[in-house]
């Protein structure tokens, strides 16, 4: 079926492998007869949603299941060898040796009392025993060379690594022993787009060099469609597509599939919005402007978070502005300042005329009312101990909008109809008996119940499935004409932004390097810093090259180029001012 | 798993559905039913008690010295008597009515003093948390400072000084060093939820600070609190049974502690007595055992790791 440049035997077989794990409701079919081989330097990408099975296969494999689910049909066939017959010892013997894991988030994955070398250095002992300390090092200093760090690094210490820096010092621990198959879970799924373009071309340059196969997990079509050589997509715990990368692009054969595909939003591509949702906003009775920022500066102790910054959002007309940065790009620090839960170190920042640091009670419940927010982390935003319901019921009734439990709760229902969830459904629920998704849903229909007149969206999508991104995006565009509010969207997702906002805010290091309409500063970027943001995105496009030559792009570099070039500014559009001292 | 209805189930699978109906409710916790049931039986002895046995019998010379329980013999040939079951002491007192009186008060105190302790814990570990700065250093020394003083120590010195004092009084003592670990507890966690979602969301909502304290974060904390509660009852009733036992407790009430202090005091050891000492030390022993048991169900409750499923 599908044509291998590699004939001889694959690096991992997995012939019908079911996975369960018996819970008190029955047993669940974690994974359901999948099948599959991964050849000797070939990189094969596990996409699908959460709990669709990626990451308990991998673990399969490794004989790392949480207790109690089980493996309870199939083979897996790692180059030879029956991994479900090996016994504890030979297990723990085979891992890293042969076949190596690369955890999710490795900031959590090193120790935070040890040098990074001797880390390194304890998977060869577990497996080779007493080696000679001079050819430790040796070793250890290929293995950082290979991932593209300097040689000092094995004498840091994980906290004082960046993010990327610690994830590819987890590829170089994976590496060290040249295993045959490289299970990648995740790699970059905490970090920013710029290092994940670093760190995604290290691992396939290293993956190349030792030649192994790899096994990539994540969700993310566009990451996958410029770093492996074929795709299995996962729905569900069975395996619904398989094929190179080339085809599933081009003909994807399940609907599934072409979901996948199409939730990515391209820059420049079809906009998932509905256009026709046109209404007219409500007048508002202040003339005074929304908000308006006065030379905001924040510092935190020697460190400068956001550069002081000026400028007036009318909101007569209800727009989006986004405002679009790496992470430590002070976006989300203008965030909480604008919610007034951080106070600025200079400056003002004037809510209709009105200083939000000196409210009386009174302005200041108005003011809580009229600015709401949507937070990145739905799963942190809905208190365990109260049903869902509590998150929106309780704001209605403080700020005095119920007219009587009824009322309440037809304002709820109709609220969850406005965002497309069911609110017999889900309104009784506990926040854990809820998908992501839903919860964020809920969060914007809370605000949308309050219908304030500011509403910031601190990364409203990036803990969600890419699926859902976009309809959940179209729920909080629709809101802006809908119910005449204007929404601050703080993301570092340019091709979001690109599609729903009226004004761009490019952020470096907390100044402005970049702004206008998105069509110019994302469609057509001059600046070197959006260009460097651009070009870091993966993009489900084949044509497009993302991570080959690993030498000539340095994101470091790069960075301190754009440093130097001033903000650029890029038009205006009414109703929102920027000023541009 | 796979198996009909019909069919009988095997032992290991019942033992598992057993195992799965306690992952679903985690207050089925067996520890934890053990842990109260001890409990409980020492507050029925005590209230049942009351009704059924002649409580007059605490009193010094109201019956026979030294008798044994039934089915013993003393040195001097005596055997137990219906009339006193577990035997009396060397001032002629009932056991039975001494327990009934003695143990239920020696959980007062132990309940007391830690209520007390958990309050003031409650409000300085809140206020710590919450209002932070100057507050926060203050409260943080003070608790990390009183931490350090062995309470037993400071206790007997105002004991003595006192003289003779009540139930109360005492578990007010006591409460003045029990009240540090639930403050740097409850610190601790109201510290990491002041920065969680719910809580900025309660701020968005307009929430007073009182309904996010007690509202939002402290249905929350209820695991933390009940763990931290019955540890404070443990370490209470140890305190005073350890003045007790020194002869620094209440002169006047009947308590496990003062019923050992004089056993050993009247030389019960050698006149081999064992009932005297020995009773009230099982009774102590079973309350500890019971607030241990209590303790472990309820890390288990709130930790599902800790839940074992297979």
Redesign the interface.
């Known amino acids: 079926m599908l044509d291998h440049p590699n004939t001889d035997k694959p690096v991992l077989t997995l012939k019908d492998v079911s996975i369960e794990f018996p819970t008190p409701q029955g047993v669940v079919q974690a994974v359901k007869s999948l099948s599959l081989d991964i050849h000797k330097g070939r990189r094969v990408g596990f996409i699908g949603e959460s709990g669709s099975g990626k990451t308990t296969t991998a673990l399969a494999v490794m004989q790392m299941l949480a207790e109690p689910g089980r493996v309870s049909g199939g083979s897996i066939d790692l180059g030879g060898t029956d991994v479900l017959a090996l016994g504890e010892d030979e297990m723990r013997r085979t891992r890293l040796s042969r076949v190596a894991y690369i955890p999710q988030g490795a900031m959590n994955s090193l120790n935070p009392v040890m040098r990074v070398e001797p880390q390194m250095w304890d998977g060869i002992i577990a497996h080779e025993g007493a080696v000679d300390r001079a050819e430790l090092k040796r070793r250890s200093d290929a293995a950082l060379h290979s991932v593209g760090l300097p040689l000092h690094t094995a004498d840091l210490f994980p906290h004082e690594l960046s993010g990327g820096m610690k994830q590819r010092v987890c590829i170089a621990m994976g590496i060290i022993l040249n295993p045959e198959l490289i299970i990648a879970d995740e790699p970059t799924s905490a970090l920013d787009v710029v290092t994940q373009r670093q760190v995604m071309q290290t691992l396939k340059a290293i993956q190349a060099e030792i030649g192994s196969g790899l096994m990539l997990i994540g969700h993310d079509m566009g990451l996958m469609a410029q770093t492996v050589d074929e795709l299995a997509v996962l729905k569900d715990g069975a395996l619904v597509e398989h094929g190179t990368v080339q085809q599933i692009l081009e003909a994807p054969k399940h609907p599934y599939t072409r979901d996948l595909i199409s939730s990515v939003p391209l820059v420049g591509g079809e906009s998932f919005l509905n256009p026709d949702a046109r209404a007219q906003a409500p007048k508002r009775a202040s003339s005074e402007p929304l908000l308006r920022f006065e030379n905001v500066r924040k510092d935190y102790g020697p460190v400068t978070a956001l550069h002081p910054m000026s400028f007036t959002l009318q909101g007569d007309t209800p727009q989006i502005i986004s405002i679009v940065g790496q992470s430590g790009s002070g976006k989300s620090t203008m965030g909480s300042i604008m919610l007034g839960f951080n106070p600025p170190s200079q400056g003002k920042v004037l809510f209709e005329g009105q200083d939000v640091a000196g409210m009386n009670a009174a302005q200041s419940l108005d003011f809580r009312k009229n600015v709401q927010a949507v937070f990145q982390d739905p799963y942190a935003c809905f208190n365990p101990f109260y049903r869902v319901n509590h998150a929106l019921k309780f704001p209605f009734k403080q700020f005095g909008l119920s007219k009587s439990a009824a009322h309440t709760q037809t304002a709820m229902e109709q609220a969850c109809q406005a965002v497309g969830l069911d609110p017999d459904l889900v309104l009784n629920r506990y926040p854990h008996q809820l998908s992501g998704g839903q919860r964020q849903r809920l969060v914007v229909a809370r605000a949308l119940m309050l219908s304030p007149k500011l509403l910031i969206a601190d990364e409203p999508v990036s803990m969600v499935d890419a699926s859902l991104r976009a309809s959940i995006l179209s729920n909080i565009y629709d809101l802006k004409d809908q119910y005449g509010i204007s929404i601050l969207y703080i993301t570092h997702d340019l091709a979001t932004a690109y599609h729903v906002s009226d004004y761009v805010m490019v952020l470096f290091k907390g100044n402005v390097v970049e702004a206008g309409p998105p069509k110019e500063v994302i469609g057509a970027p001059q600046h070197p810093y959006t260009r460097l943001l651009i070009d870091s995105i993966p993009w489900p496009d084949l044509a497009r090259s993302w991570g080959d030559g690993r030498q000539d792009w340095d994101p470091a570099k790069l960075e301190a180029e754009a440093a130097q070039v001033p903000a650029v500014y890029r038009g205006t559009v009414p109703g929102f001012d920027l000023s541009t001292t | 798993?796979t198996q009909p209805n019909d069919m009988p189930l095997t032992r290991a699978e019942k033992r598992?559905a057993r195992r799965?109906?306690q992952?679903?409710n985690p207050w089925l916790n067996p520890k934890l039913i053990w842990g109260a049931g001890l409990l409980l039986s020492i507050v029925l002895i005590g209230l049942l008690g009351r009704f059924v046995w002649d409580l007059d019998l605490v009193f010094t010379g109201s019956s026979p010295l030294k008798l044994p329980p039934i089915g013993f013999e003393n040195l001097r040939g005596q055997s137990g008597v219906a009339a006193h079951p577990i035997g009396t002491d060397g001032g002629g007192r009932d056991m039975l009515a001494m327990i009934i009186v003695g143990a239920p008060n020696t959980l007062f105190v132990g309940l007391l003093a830690s209520l007390i302790g958990m309050s003031i814990g409650i409000f300085l570990g809140f206020s710590a948390g919450f209002l932070g700065g100057r507050v926060d250093d203050t409260i943080r020394v003070g608790a990390d400072v009183m931490i350090t003083i062995p309470p037993l120590l400071i206790l007997v010195v105002f004991q003595s000084a006192f003289g003779d004092v009540s139930l109360t009084m005492m578990a007010l003592l006591i409460a003045g060093f029990v009240w540090q670990s639930p403050t740097r507890l409850i610190r601790a966690q109201v510290l990491s939820m002041k920065q969680?979602?719910?809580v900025?969301?309660?701020?968005?909502?307009?929430?007073s600070t009182s309904h996010i304290m007690f509202r939002?974060m402290m249905?929350?904390l209820v695991p933390y609190l009940f763990g931290s509660f019955i540890a404070s009852v443990t370490t209470s009733i140890v305190t005073a049974v350890g003045l007790e036992v020194l002869g620094l407790g209440p002169q006047r009430i009947p308590t496990l502690g003062r019923t050992i202090y004089e056993a050993i005091n009247a030389g019960a050891l050698i006149q081999n007595l064992w009932w005297w000492w020995g009773i009230p030390t099982l009774l102590l022993g079973i309350i500890f055992i019971g607030l241990l048991l209590i303790n472990l169900g309820l890390d288990e409750v709130s930790n599902p790791r800790l839940r074992k499923?297979?």
Do not use: V
């Open positions: 798993m598992q799965f109906r992952f679903d969680s979602g719910y900025q969301m309660a701020q968005l909502s307009g929430a939002e249905p929350n499923l297979s």
